[in-house]
């Protein structure tokens, strides 16, 4: 089965690998690249029990060098991993959008029983929604402007508190194929998740130039850095 990974380009997972995937016998190496992430398909030159369990252990160890990355194997989703950490924590979210345009929200809702941690969502594509349904200073966005860490902040804050969630998630960024500049170029997104303990943010490079690709991308982002939160520092 394939493992799935998301955050990192083919190339730089390659390299990642390479000391592992130069020792392994009798274990071939595949990567499939999507826009959401890249796939690693594993085969054995080797057949039955011994081939399974060959493929097995080699999954075991790419797993452990790229867990930051690896989010689980087949045909599962983020949302699915998503949906499972919050029903196990027995806790709620709730989304802010801008470029993202309400996508995460969307597969967020495709798994049945969604209904029993996620809260709502706000899709704030301009300054004064931001303002308005999220509290977003707008000091903070002359400051900074819509697309900046800070306002991703503040999105990802005023959403939790706005639906009372134990997690608030934003996302802001330029989808293009206008609207950059040299210094906030097409691609550019920045997420924020804003948790029980802490709020963080991360600013990312997304697929420039195809407006509906970066938006799957960035949807996938923000579920990842949710995922990783919800594990490591909840």
């Not at 999954?59 to 949906?83: H, M, P, Q, S």
């Not at 802010?96 to 929200?105: K, M, R, V």
């Not at 990802?156 to 706005?162: D, H, L, M, R, Y």
């Amino acid at each position: 089965p394939p493992i799935r990974t998301t955050g990192i380009f083919e190339s730089a997972l390659a390299a990642r690998l390479e000391p592992l995937v130069s020792s392994l016998k009798d274990v071939q190496v595949a990567y499939l690249p999507a826009y959401t992430g890249v796939d690693i398909r594993l085969r054995s030159t080797s057949t039955g029990d011994k081939g399974r369990k060959m493929i097995e252990s080699a999954a075991c160890k790419i797993e452990t060098l790229v867990d930051d990355l690896a989010y689980g194997r087949n045909d599962v989703t983020l949302e699915e991993v998503v949906g499972r950490l919050l029903t196990e924590r027995q806790e709620t979210l709730a989304l802010a959008e801008s470029c993202s345009g309400g996508l995460t929200a969307s597969r967020v809702t495709d798994i049945p029983g969604s209904s029993a941690y996620m809260l709502g969502a706000v899709v704030a594509y301009s300054n004064e929604a931001k303002i308005t349904q999220l509290g977003v200073k707008p000091e903070t966005l002359k400051a900074h402007g819509a697309v900046s860490e800070a306002a991703a902040r503040e999105m990802a804050e005023g959403v939790k508190s706005v639906f009372g969630a134990h997690w608030g998630v934003a996302t802001t960024g330029i989808s293009g194929p206008t609207g950059g500049t040299p210094e906030k170029p097409v691609g550019l997104v920045y997420l924020a998740v804003a948790s029980p303990r802490r709020t963080v943010a991360k600013e990312a490079r997304l697929v420039p130039h195809r407006r509906l690709p970066h938006k799957a991308a960035t949807a996938q982002a923000a579920l990842n850095l949710l995922r990783l939160e919800i594990m490591h520092h909840a």
